[in-house]
């Protein structure tokens, strides 16, 4: 196991507690004006999916746990299933639908995935950070609307629901970043 710095924690990270293993959902950061800095970490037990949340000095150091990133393609699913290949040696992966989450929506068709494998098991999912997706419904453009801060609802091609300017219609591929599920760009396909 690695000591890490609890500010450096990020979503994804494995780590060890209290003698189990799990996969970090969030980390926040908290420096006050005045007092000790802390750092709330939202993590899922591996074993059995328990969530947890901890709160640690911002410099004090947490187990790390040592996982190997493997790069995966996705295929298809299979009931609660997903099922991935790895690129190198063709060997499929079953991953849960619980350890994806409301992620999701989010994977396409043969799209590269980190798996992080920890005893040849899959334990955490890292998805490509943009996906081109089009837009299957939207409320259509309204004259005299500024594109400066208003948004609008829009429905994507797998049911996904994203904001996007004034400007976007119905038919339009767009470059979604699936850290927020937020609208980046314009495809440029």
């Not at 994804?12 to 007092?35: C, I, M, Q, T, W």
């Not at 004090?60 to 290949?85: K, M, Q």
């Not at 994806?100 to 890292?126: H, K, R, Y």
């Amino acid at each position: 196991m690695v000591k890490v710095i609890a500010s450096n924690v990020r979503k994804g990270n494995v780590l060890e507690h209290d003698g189990g293993l799990y996969v970090v959902l969030k980390a926040d950061s908290f420096r006050p004006g005045k007092g000790t800095p802390t750092t709330t970490v939202e993590m899922r037990r591996i074993s059995d999916g328990v969530k947890t949340v901890i709160t640690v000095k911002t410099g004090e150091g947490l187990e790390r746990a040592f996982v190997e990133e493997v790069s995966h393609n996705y295929l298809y699913n299979e009931g609660d299933n997903y099922i991935f290949i790895n690129n190198e040696n063709y060997d499929q992966v079953a991953v849960k639908a619980a350890m994806i989450g409301d992620d999701v929506v989010w994977l396409q068709e043969n799209a590269e995935c980190a798996l992080l494998m920890f005893d040849g098991n899959p334990v955490s999912i890292t998805l490509p950070p943009r996906v081109t997706m089009t837009i299957m419904a939207t409320e259509p453009v309204v004259k005299g609307q500024t594109a400066s801060s208003s948004y609008k609802p829009a429905t994507m091609e797998n049911g996904a629901r994203v904001l996007v300017p004034p400007h976007i219609e119905v038919g339009t591929r767009i470059v979604i970043n699936t850290e927020d599920s937020s609208y980046v760009e314009r495809a440029k396909d």
